[in-house]
C-alpha cells in the first residue's frame, strides 16, 4: 500500500514538490491556490479535512510565528498544530529552517527530519542558483559572457557550479579561494585561482566580481579599487559579503540576489526539493519498494 | 600618419565601434549623443565641420529612405550627400544594407564595402545572438536548462553556437538539420541530429524549441504537436520561421527574438563591427603597419 | 527484397564495414581472413562463387597496380575484372582513390562512386585521427596535455578536432591559420590563434607542435626556433609539412603519424566507411526503405 | 638568505621535483645519476659532502629496508642516517609511506611531515593518472574513445578526472558510487550515475570498465557478465578491484594499471611533488617571503 504524504504551504516551489511526490505517494497539499496543484494531489482547504498521513513535509522557513506555517498563497491561515495532529505516531515530519517552530517540532515525539541542512538538496540547488546567476548577468551586462573578465569570490558549491558555467560559456574565469587544495581543484576544471590575499590587487581588472563567501569580504578598500563599470553580484545569503553602505556612497553598481532558485527555476526548485525528501525518506525506511 | 576615419549614425552599438577604431585611426564620429562617445574620438555636429577622411563607416541598414542616413541618436538629420563629400577619392565607405543608398553610393566613385555580408561578421555576431536566446530562455523558463530538453531547428552560425552553449549548460540538445555532413557534425560535438522529416514526431518532447531557419518551417502540423508548456524562440530574421497566427489561434508560446547582438550586448557587438572593419580594411591595404 | 553487396579486399577496418552493413544488406565478403568476418557475412573465397550483386565496394587505395585489387588479408590475388563481372549492370561500384584502375572501373558501364572525396567519410574520419594524435603524445611526451603548451598547424577538419580534444583535456591550444573567418571560429571554441607569419616566433614557447597541413610548413627557420624536447607530430598526408631531413639534422624530435584512423581504431574506422556508404546509397535510391 | 634544500633519492620524478624546487631554495640533489638533475642543482656524490640544510626530502616509499633510501638511479647505497645527521636541528623533513623507516626518522628530533597523505598531491596526481588510463584504452580499444559505453566504478579524485576526461572526449559515461551526494555531482557535469547494487545489469553493457574503488567489486557474478570484447581495467591500489583469478579463467581482457604518474608523466609528476612540498613549507614558515 502507498504511503500518504502531505505538503502544507510553501512558495512556488512546492506546487511541483507535491507533483513530483505523488508519482509515489498519496499525497495531498494544503495552502496552495487551485492553479499550482495537478489533479492527481488531493488539494485541501483546511487541516480538519486532511486523513492521518504517513509524512508532513513543511517549507523552509517553517514559520515566522512558530504557530502559523508560511503559506503565501493559501487564503487560510495554516495552523501548525493542527497540522501536526494529522500525523501518524509512527510517522515523519520534513522541514527546513525551524526557527520559532522549533520547540513546538520536537515536543510533537514525531521523527523530526530537517532537509535544508541536506548536503544533497544544497548541491543540487547551486544549478539553478548558478543559472540564475548567469541570468543576471546576461541582463546587466553590456557586453557577452564569452570574453569576459569574471572574478568569483569563494569555490563552495555555488561558486563550483558557477566558474563551471562560465569557463563553458568562454569567460575567463578567477576564482578567490583560501584554501589550497580547492584552488587546486579550480585550476584542474580550467580556471585561474587566487588567494584572497590578492584581491586588492586584482579586484580592479574584471567585468563582473560574483561573490559566495557570506561574510564580508568586499570591504572599502576593495571597493575602491573596482571599476564603475564592473557589475557586483551577491550570491550570498544574510548577512552578504558587500559592505553595501561603502558601495552605495561610491555608486559601485553592485546586485544582491537573493532566493534565486525557488524565483529563476521553481519547477526545477521544487523537483529538487522532492527528490531530496524521496532521499530521505528511502534511507530511513519511509518509502515502499 | 594615422589615417582618418568618420563613423556617421547607427545605434548603440556605434559608440563602441567608434571607441574600438579609435585605437587605430583618428577617430571622427557624428549622429551621437555626448555620452555615447568617449574623449578620444571627435564627436562632430554637423557634416561641414567633418575633415575630409580616408574611411568612412555607415550603419546597417545605411537608410531608410536613401536620403539620410539611419541615426537614431542624433539630433540633426544626417544628409548622405554631404557625407559622401567628406570622403577622399581613394578612399573607402564601409556600410551594411544599403537598400535606397545603394544608387547614391555607387554613383559616388568611391570605393564601396558591403561588411553586413561579411562572414566574419556573421560568425562573430553568433556569440552575442546565442548568449541572447540563453537569456530570454532562461528568463521565459520555469526551469532550468541543466536537464532540460531543447530542439534547435537548423545548424548554420547560430544554431551551431546555440547548440554549444545550451549542451555545456547541460541541456540534453537536439538538432534538426537536413544537411547528412552537418548532422555528423552536430554528433561530434555531443548533440544529437534528426532530419527535418522528424520534426513532427519529436516536437512534442522538448521544453524548447529554437528556431534559425528564416523559412516557415514550424507549421501547424508541428504547432498542434508542440505542448502549451513549450517555449517556442524565433531567432530568424524576417519573416521568421513560424506560423505566427496559427501559434496564436492555438495558444502557444512563441516569442521572436530580433536585433539580438545590438539589444542585449552592444559593447560587444559594437567591438565585433570595429574588428571586421579592421580587418576589411587591412585586407584592401588601408591600415598602416 | 534487401539488396546484395559484396565488400572486396582492404586492411582490417573494412571487416567492420562488412560486419556493419550487414545489418542492412544480403552481404558477401571476399580478400578477408575468416576470424575478421562475423558469421552474418558470406565469406566467399574466389569471385567464381559469388552471386551477382547490386552494389561493389572497393578498398581506398583500390588497386595498386589496376589489375588486382589491394586485399592485404587474402590468399589468392583478387582480380578486379572478376569481380566487376559480379556486378548488375544497373548496380552500383563504390571505391577510394581509383588510380591505375580507374580506366577498367570507368569502361565497366557500371555507375561508380569515389566514396575517399566524400566530406562526410573526412569529417567523421577527423575523430579517430585526433584521437590517434592524442594517443601519440600521451606516449611521447614526459608531461600531460593537461597544462602543456600546444601549437596546431591547420583548422581543417583535423585541426578542427584535435584543437577541441586537447582543449577539453585542459591544454593551452593555439592554432595557426591563414584564414581569418576560421580564425574567429578558433577563438570562439576558447583556443587562441595566429596568422603563420608569427609561427617562427611563436614555436620556440610549446611543448608539442602538430602539422596537419599538406604543405611543407615547418621549414628550416621554424625548426631552428624548436627546442630539442619538443614534439613535432605530422598528421598531413603525404608529402607531410615539416622539412624531414633539417629535422633530423638538427636532432628534434619530429614523428610522422600515418594512416591513423586504421590503425588506432579499425572498428571505428570501419564504421565510418560502412555508414558514409550507406547515406551514399540511399541519396541514389539503392537501399530499400 | 635563501633556505637550502636536499633532495635524496627516488625515481625519475625526483630529478624533476628537483628542477623545480631550485627555482625557490638553494639545491643539493643526491641519488641521482648526473642527466637527470640540471645545471643549477648541486648533484653531489657522497652524503659527507652535503651542506647542513633546512629541508630533506624523502622519496616515497622512503626505504625499503629501514636503513637505505630507495635511489634507482644511484651507484651507491644511500643512508638514511648519514643523511638525517645533514639537517640542521630547527629544520624539517619531508617525505611518503615512511614503512620501515619511520622510527629513525620519528627518533631523529627533527620536524617530520608526511607529503604521501596531502590531499593537494593526491589531487594533483588524479590528473597524470586519469591521462595515463586514457592512453591505455586509446591503446588497448579497437574503437574511438568518442562513442562509446565506459562504466568507471567509484568517484573519488581518480574516478571524478577520468570521468570529466572520458565525457569531454565524447563518450558515454557512466560511474557506480554508493554515495547519493557524489551521484547527485556525477549527474551534475553530465555523466550518469548507477549504485553498485546495479552493477551486475550493468557491467555487460560496456566497451570499457575502469575501477578506481580499492576493494574487490569486481567479483566473479559480475565478471560472468562482462563480455569478452570489453577492456577491464584497474587503477586501484592494492589489492586492486579485480577477482584476478577468476578474470583469467573466465578469459576477460583485464589489465591493472600501476604507478601512473610516474610512469606516464614524469615531469608533471615531479613538479606536483615539488609545488605540494612547497605549500607545505610555506604553511609552516619555512619559506623566504
Same mark, same amino acid.
Given at each position: 500500500m502507498e504511503k500518504?504524504?502531505?505538503?502544507?504551504?510553501?512558495?512556488?516551489r512546492y506546487?511541483?514538490?507535491?507533483?513530483?511526490l505523488s508519482?509515489?505517494?498519496?499525497?495531498?497539499?494544503?495552502g496552495?491556490?487551485k492553479q499550482?496543484?495537478?489533479?492527481r494531489?488531493?488539494?485541501?482547504?483546511?487541516?480538519?479535512e486532511?486523513?492521518?498521513?504517513?509524512v508532513?513535509?513543511?517549507p523552509?522557513?517553517?514559520?515566522?510565528?512558530g504557530?502559523?506555517v508560511?503559506a503565501?498563497f493559501s487564503?487560510?491561515h495554516?495552523?501548525?498544530?493542527g497540522?501536526?495532529?494529522?500525523v501518524?505516531?509512527e510517522?515523519?515530519?520534513?522541514?527546513?529552517?525551524?526557527?520559532k517552530a522549533?520547540?513546538?517540532?520536537?515536543?510533537?515525539?514525531?521523527?523530526?527530519?530537517?532537509?535544508?541542512?541536506n548536503?544533497?538538496l544544497?548541491l543540487?540547488?547551486a544549478i539553478?542558483?548558478?543559472?540564475?546567476?548567469?541570468?543576471m548577468?546576461?541582463?546587466?551586462?553590456?557586453?557577452?559572457?564569452? &570574453?569576459?573578465k569574471?572574478l568569483?569570490?569563494g569555490?563552495?558549491? !555555488?561558486?563550483?557550479?558557477?566558474?563551471? /558555467? +562560465?569557463?563553458?560559456? #568562454?569567460a575567463?574565469?578567477t576564482?578567490?579561494e583560501?584554501?589550497?587544495v580547492?584552488?587546486?581543484?579550480?585550476?584542474?576544471?580550467?580556471?585561474?585561482?587566487?588567494?584572497?590575499?590578492?584581491?586588492?590587487?586584482f579586484?580592479g581588472k574584471?567585468?563582473?566580481?560574483?561573490n559566495?563567501?557570506?561574510?564580508?569580504?568586499?570591504t572599502?578598500?576593495?571597493?575602491k579599487?573596482?571599476s564603475?563599470?564592473?557589475?557586483?553580484l551577491d550570491?550570498?545569503?544574510?548577512?552578504?559579503?558587500?559592505?553595501w553602505?561603502t558601495?552605495?556612497e561610491?555608486?559601485?553598481?553592485?546586485?544582491?540576489?537573493?532566493?534565486?532558485p &525557488?524565483?529563476?527555476?521553481?519547477v526545477?526548485a521544487?523537483?529538487i !526539493?522532492?527528490?531530496?525528501?524521496?532521499? /530521505? +525518506?528511502?534511507?530511513r #525506511?519511509?518509502?515502499n519498494?
Amino acid at each position: 500500500m502507498e504511503k500518504t504524504i502531505i505538503i502544507a504551504g510553501g512558495d512556488l516551489r512546492y506546487g511541483y514538490t507535491a507533483e513530483t511526490l505523488s508519482e509515489k505517494f498519496e499525497t495531498y497539499a494544503i495552502g496552495f491556490s487551485k492553479q499550482m496543484i495537478p489533479e492527481r494531489v488531493n488539494l485541501i482547504e483546511t487541516p480538519e479535512e486532511l486523513p492521518l498521513c504517513d509524512v508532513l513535509v513543511l517549507p523552509m522557513p517553517v514559520s515566522d510565528d512558530g504557530i502559523f506555517v508560511n503559506a503565501p498563497f493559501s487564503k487560510n491561515h495554516l495552523s501548525l498544530k493542527g497540522l501536526l495532529s494529522k500525523v501518524k505516531p509512527e510517522g515523519m515530519i520534513l522541514g527546513g529552517k525551524f526557527g520559532k517552530a522549533k520547540e513546538i517540532l520536537e515536543n510533537s515525539g514525531i521523527a523530526l527530519v530537517d532537509y535544508f541542512t541536506n548536503e544533497e538538496l544544497s548541491l543540487r540547488n547551486a544549478i539553478p542558483t548558478a543559472e540564475g546567476a548567469v541570468q543576471m548577468m546576461l541582463e546587466e551586462m553590456p557586453c557577452t559572457i564569452y &570574453g569576459s573578465k569574471v572574478l568569483i569570490l569563494g569555490f563552495g558549491r !555555488i561558486g563550483n557550479r558557477l566558474s563551471y /558555467l +562560465l569557463h563553458a560559456m #568562454g569567460a575567463e574565469v578567477t576564482v578567490a579561494e583560501r584554501d589550497v587544495v580547492k584552488r587546486a581543484q579550480i585550476e584542474m576544471f580550467g580556471c585561474k585561482s587566487i588567494p584572497f590575499t590578492e584581491l586588492e590587487n586584482f579586484a580592479g581588472k574584471c567585468d563582473v566580481i560574483c561573490n559566495t563567501v557570506p561574510v564580508k569580504v568586499i570591504t572599502e578598500p576593495i571597493l575602491k579599487r573596482i571599476s564603475k563599470e564592473t557589475l557586483i553580484l551577491d550570491l550570498a545569503s544574510k548577512p552578504g559579503g558587500i559592505d553595501w553602505e561603502t558601495a552605495q556612497e561610491l555608486g559601485k553598481r553592485a546586485v544582491w540576489a537573493l532566493s534565486l532558485p &525557488g524565483k529563476t527555476a521553481p519547477v526545477t526548485a521544487g523537483k529538487i !526539493i522532492a527528490q531530496t525528501i524521496f532521499h /530521505l +525518506l528511502e534511507e530511513r #525506511g519511509m518509502v515502499n519498494a
